[in-house]
């Protein structure tokens, strides 16, 4: 048991407290965060006289020296102490004696945990917005591919009228785009340094929280010490933000699952993004699909799970806030994880234009279409509804679609129809006349794509920026 807070304590801790309350199993994540605040803040202490140079040179030597031996593996980060900070002071003073016993000097875990896990979080925001703008990229390959591949639009997962792949796949567009945005709102709100807050209240050396936000990459410091120190606002919008990417990337699994079902078949997913069956030969299921749907369960649950444990801590620091990590570690991986394998599961779906075309041929989702074009006739809405209607129950009837009505058939129940009909409720026709602004028609779907283009043209650019700022 190694800790850094022995002097006052008259007995050894019980092992078994040792353990629930120790956090390096998860925490040593964080080693990477640790050691670069830990580098900035000695620097700032020599810079303000509070430490000596020769000192500060010791740390320096001394934490770049336990950063290389973990990033090679020549140490382990092990139980044997309480968490990460624990780990590499206490590794700092083997290795430079008396000047690593200074490093704490104005600085507490609490702010020092704060800074890390935004840092930490802070790294993992940037690489949600990457994986999203891939996918993104993804979308729009796809749609513009597809403006022309027929399949019925849905409501009640009933036909409704006839859409196109790209309209479908544009929607997603729109829904991960927001996900971006929200991504790039919080990080903007949350890059504020907290080192510097101490423990709650500050501290009495003329620290220069200024500069040590600057080096490291935050916009400046954060105000308000002891909100420093227990916010984790930022922890609870990323959940949000991941929750609703999961409930995207749900949504669209299940459409995928449904498209790949026997009974559809509008798509085939690639041979290397489905599993078989141990018993049944013929199977091929859609399990990574499934898995996503699944996994959206355990982010939504480390949302409501954080929420409910920040609810009742008075200011500022408590232990609860420990709680906080292997939730919010399991949902970025989580979140990152399904993106990646979501985006390769797309990009090599098969899709079977003509199926999806024939099933929005034989589901009446020209019907709309067909009182429409009774209505440029004369006849008023709501009687033309009536007609086709009457019609439809004709066609269940004698097992067949509008179009396949003869002429006869067709004026027996409305004299107004003439050759016309036919090319007024064919398909194209059907989605080329769909023509408002954000609807399936070509020239709609040319001006949506356009802008879906412009929009990852120029979050692009935003994610060139900000890399190469934390790189430089
Ligand atoms: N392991 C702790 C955490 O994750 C670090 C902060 C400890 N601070 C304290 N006052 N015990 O929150």
């Given at each position: 048991?190694?800790?850094?807070?022995?002097?006052?304590?008259?007995?050894?801790?019980?092992?078994?407290?040792?353990?629930?309350?120790?956090?390096?199993?998860?925490?040593?994540?964080?080693?990477?965060?640790?050691?670069?605040?830990?580098?900035?803040?000695?620097?700032?202490?020599a810079k303000q006289g509070i430490i000596t140079a020769e000192d500060e040179k010791a740390i320096q030597l001394g934490l770049d020296s336990i950063l290389d031996d973990i990033e090679y593996?020549?140490?382990?980060?092990?139980?044997?102490?309480?968490?990460?900070?624990?780990?590499?002071?206490?590794?700092?003073?083997?290795?430079?004696?008396?000047?690593?016993?200074?490093?704490?000097?104005?600085?507490?875990?609490?702010?020092?945990?704060?800074?890390?896990?935004?840092?930490?979080?802070?790294?993992?925001?940037?690489?949600?917005?990457?994986?999203?703008?891939?996918?993104l990229g993804t979308l729009d390959d796809l749609m513009e591919k597809h403006i022309e591949t027929y399949m019925p639009g849905f409501t009640h997962l009933q036909k409704a009228q006839p859409?196109?792949?790209?309209?479908?796949?544009?929607?997603?567009?729109?829904?991960?785009?927001?996900?971006?945005?929200r991504l790039y709102d919080i990080f903007d709100r949350m890059n504020f340094c907290p080192l510097g807050a101490g423990a709650l209240a500050g501290t009495t050396y003329p620290l220069d929280?200024?500069?040590?936000?600057?080096?490291?990459?935050?916009?400046?410091?954060?105000?308000?010490?002891?909100?420093?120190?227990?916010?984790?606002?930022?922890?609870?919008?990323?959940?949000?933000?991941?929750?609703?990417?999961?409930?995207?990337?749900?949504?669209?699994?299940?459409?995928?699952?449904?498209?790949?079902?026997?009974?559809?078949?509008?798509?085939?997913?690639?041979?290397?993004?489905?599993?078989?069956?141990?018993?049944?030969?013929?199977?091929?299921?859609?399990?990574?699909?499934?898995?996503?749907?699944?996994?959206?369960?355990?982010?939504?649950?480390?949302?409501?799970?954080?929420?409910?444990?920040?609810?009742?801590?008075?200011?500022?620091?408590?232990?609860?806030?420990?709680?906080?990590?292997?939730?919010?570690?399991?949902?970025?991986?989580?979140?990152?994880?399904?993106?990646?394998?979501?985006?390769?599961?797309?990009?090599?779906?098969?899709?079977?234009?003509?199926?999806?075309?024939?099933?929005?041929?034989?589901?009446?989702?020209?019907?709309?279409?067909?009182?429409?074009?009774?209505?440029?006739?004369?006849?008023?809405?709501?009687?033309?509804?009536?007609?086709?209607?009457?019609?439809?129950?004709?066609?269940?009837?004698?097992?067949?679609?509008?179009?396949?009505?003869?002429?006869?058939?067709?004026?027996?129940?409305?004299?107004?129809?003439?050759?016309?009909?036919?090319?007024?409720?064919?398909?194209?026709?059907?989605?080329?006349?769909?023509?408002?602004?954000?609807?399936?028609?070509?020239?709609?779907?040319?001006?949506?794509?356009?802008?879906?283009?412009?929009?990852?043209?120029?979050?692009?650019?935003?994610?060139?920026?900000?890399?190469?700022?934390?790189?430089?």
């Amino acid at each position: 048991m190694a800790q850094l807070w022995g002097g006052r304590f008259e007995k050894e801790t019980d092992e078994l407290v040792y353990a629930f309350n120790a956090s390096i199993s998860f925490d040593k994540k964080l080693y990477k965060q640790d050691i670069a605040g830990s580098k900035v803040h000695a620097r700032m202490l020599a810079k303000q006289g509070i430490i000596t140079a020769e000192d500060e040179k010791a740390i320096q030597l001394g934490l770049d020296s336990i950063l290389d031996d973990i990033e090679y593996g020549n140490i382990e980060i092990t139980d044997e102490y309480e968490d990460i900070h624990s780990f590499v002071e206490a590794n700092l003073t083997e290795r430079i004696g008396e000047a690593g016993k200074k490093l704490h000097t104005g600085r507490s875990r609490n702010d020092q945990v704060a800074l890390d896990m935004r840092m930490y979080t802070r790294d993992k925001v940037l690489e949600t917005r990457g994986l999203i703008i891939q996918l993104l990229g993804t979308l729009d390959d796809l749609m513009e591919k597809h403006i022309e591949t027929y399949m019925p639009g849905f409501t009640h997962l009933q036909k409704a009228q006839p859409v196109t792949l790209a309209h479908h796949l544009g929607a997603y567009f729109e829904m991960f785009k927001r996900d971006y945005q929200r991504l790039y709102d919080i990080f903007d709100r949350m890059n504020f340094c907290p080192l510097g807050a101490g423990a709650l209240a500050g501290t009495t050396y003329p620290l220069d929280r200024k500069y040590t936000a600057k080096a490291l990459g935050f916009y400046g410091p954060t105000l308000n010490s002891m909100d420093s120190v227990s916010d984790r606002d930022y922890l609870i919008e990323y959940l949000a933000a991941a929750s609703t990417i999961m409930m995207h990337l749900s949504r669209f699994c299940e459409e995928i699952i449904i498209w790949n079902s026997n009974e559809y078949r509008y798509i085939e997913i690639d041979d290397a993004f489905s599993t078989g069956s141990s018993i049944m030969p013929q199977k091929k299921n859609p399990d990574i699909a499934e898995l996503i749907r699944g996994k959206t369960g355990r982010v939504y649950g480390a949302l409501m799970s954080l929420l409910t444990t920040m609810k009742g801590i008075p200011l500022a620091y408590n232990k609860d806030m420990q709680e906080d990590k292997e939730l919010v570690f399991d949902a970025m991986d989580t979140v990152n994880g399904c993106l990646v394998l979501f985006n390769g599961m797309i990009k090599s779906i098969k899709f079977n234009k003509d199926i999806m075309a024939a099933s929005a041929m034989n589901g009446f989702t020209n019907a709309t279409d067909a009182a429409d074009y009774l209505v440029g006739r004369g006849v008023p809405f709501r009687d033309a509804h009536g007609i086709i209607g009457r019609l439809v129950l004709y066609c269940i009837d004698k097992k067949c679609s509008l179009d396949e009505l003869s002429l006869d058939e067709l004026r027996e129940i409305s004299p107004k129809f003439d050759e016309g009909v036919y090319d007024a409720i064919s398909l194209k026709t059907c989605v080329k006349r769909r023509l408002t602004m954000g609807a399936p028609g070509r020239r709609a779907m040319e001006e949506e794509i356009l802008s879906c283009r412009e929009f990852l043209k120029k979050a692009k650019e935003a994610e060139n920026e900000i890399n190469s700022f934390f790189n430089e």
